[in-house]
Structures are given as C-alpha cells and as structure tokens.
C-alpha cells in the first residue's frame, strides 16, 4: 500500500514537471515583451507591428538622410530615422519593417507575426523601380511569386562583391524563428544568399535562396546566441569565399560556386521579431 502511495506521487510530479515544462516552452519562450520597447509610449499600448501601409510606399527623402558610403564603405545606424515610421535607409521587400526604440537607441525592427507568407511589401513595384531602374520587372516578378522569408536591401549599396557585413541584432520573440541574417549577393531576379544566426537552434547557416527555393549550403553547430540580448554578426567575403563569425569568433568557411556581386541586406524567417542596429558595410 505504501509503495502504491509512492509510485502515485511520483506520477503526479512527473505530470507536474512535464506540464511546467510545456507551459514554458509554449507560451513563455516566445512571449512577446509586456510593453511596446520600439514605439514610444504614446503610440501603442501593446506589442503591435507596423500596419501594411506603414511597411509600404517608398517616403520622399534626402541623399543625406541614407548612410554614408564612400569608397565602398556605409554605416546604417538608424539614428536619423524615425520611430514608428517605414525606414529610409533599407528598402522592405518582404515582411514588416519599421523604425523602433531600444532603451531610447533607435532600431530596425521586423516583426513577422503578421506577415502571411507570400506576400510582399506593399508599394514593392515603385521600390523595385528603385533598387533595379529599367530591370525592376525582373526582380518585382521573383520577389512577388516566391515571397517566402522577410527581407529588407539597402539603399545606398549598388553592389558589394567583396569585404565585410556586419550587423548588431537582438532577438526579441519568435514561436517557429527568431532568425537574424545578412542578405548578401541579391540579384535582380531575386536570387541570393543569407547567413542566418538563431537563438532557438543555437546555429550559424549559410542560405542559398535561387529560383524560388532556399538550400542549406554550410551549417555550423552549438552557437549560441542568447535571445534578449544583443550579438554581431559578420561575414566576410573574398571572391567566391566567404566566412561567418559571430561575437567576433570564426564559425564557418565556405567556397561558392560564383564571386560575390549583388545588393546587399538583412534576412529573417517566419514569425520572428528581431532588432537590428550597426550595419556596416566595408567594401574592397
């Protein structure tokens, strides 16, 4: 009797544990922040992305509000933009993309708990127009038939083909992603690569996205990059090499099958909600 006494605690611990087990992972891991960090405090009272109109129409804007670039070198710091408007300097193409604050240091933020997969930005063809000139059609076509993963070019880099990319990033929530990468490589029929930092795989990948398919090119394993807190990601390319680091430690080397040259970016996936600040671009 008494051992029947023991054995019935037991189970009903192990149930407790494994229902606190589940309730963490299911609701806690990927709970969004109890108050709005990217907008200031009059403009939203929950945690609630930019609206699609927000994400969309390319604004009016000076030479001198884009990051600088000089001899093949631009700094993104967002610190000219505007909080809780579209940005100025990166162009979104897929996902939602807005301007926001952390501890009052302005941010790039995409939020992808309301982009539906396969949907593009809005206002996509004046921004393609934009990025590619007469070749837009080529690019708006790809971009909008295969508008699978969040991603945003920026503005003031016409083609990198070698250097260094580099961005601080901070995961904030995301059930199924919280990924961060650099797009890199982008051509005008929307073709490119990413390499994707995760906090919920623990992971450094290196993308291949070509003709409305992504494949894994190079996987590194057990790194680790804590969700909440701020990491950088680089990459470094030499002709057809390139090297992923992250926290300023080597993770990866791969040869691709091509030199580099394209537009340059930032990629996610899914659900995530993601804050970017410092990219850098330094070219050769």
């Known amino acids: 009797m008494k051992r029947k006494k023991t054995l019935i605690t037991l189970f009903a ?3 407790a544990l494994l229902g606190l087990y589940t309730y963490r992972n299911t609701f806690l891991r990927a709970k969004a922040p109890e108050q709005l960090e990217y907008l200031s405090s009059g403009q939203s009272s929950g945690f609630n992305m930019v609206s699609e109109a927000m994400a969309g129409e390319p604004e009016k804007h000076n030479k001198s509000d884009i990051g600088k ?6 700094f993104f710091d967002f610190s000219t933009e505007t909080v809780g408007a579209q940005p100025k300097t990166f162009t979104p193409a897929v996902g939602n993309w807005i301007v926001g604050s952390d501890n009052k240091n302005t941010v790039l933020v995409v939020d ?4 539906r997969r396969g949907v593009a930005s809005a ?4 921004k393609a127009k ?3 000139g007469e070749r837009y059609a080529e690019f708006l076509d790809n971009v909008t038939a295969y508008a699978y993963y969040p991603f945003a070019v920026a503005k003031n880099v016409e083609n990198f083909n070698g250097g260094e990319i580099s961005v601080r990033f901070k995961a904030i929530a995301g059930k199924i992603d919280q990924g961060a990468g650099i797009l890199f490589d982008l051509k005008p029929n929307g073709d490119y690569y990413a390499l994707r930092a995760n906090p919920l795989e623990n992971n450094l990948v ?3 996205y070509k003709h409305g398919r992504r494949s894994s090119v190079n996987w590194a394993r057990n ?3 804590p969700s909440r807190k701020w990491h950088t990601l680089k990459l470094t390319v030499n002709g057809s090499r390139i090297k992923g680091y992250v926290n300023n430690k080597q993770f990866m080397a791969e040869r691709l099958p091509a030199p580099v040259s394209g537009k340059v970016g930032l990629w996610t996936k899914a659900d995530s909600v993601v804050y970017f600040d410092d ?3 330094n070219g050769r």
């Open 112 to 115: 992808g708990r309301k982009w």
């Open 130 to 132: 934009a990025l590619y």
């Open 13 to 15: 611990l192990t149930l």
């Open 279 to 281: 990219y850098q671009v």
């Open 206 to 208: 290196l993308w291949r």
């Open 69 to 74: 670039n000089k001899n093949g070198q631009a």
């Open 123 to 126: 206002g996509l063809a004046d």
């Open 223 to 225: 790194v680790k990059t």
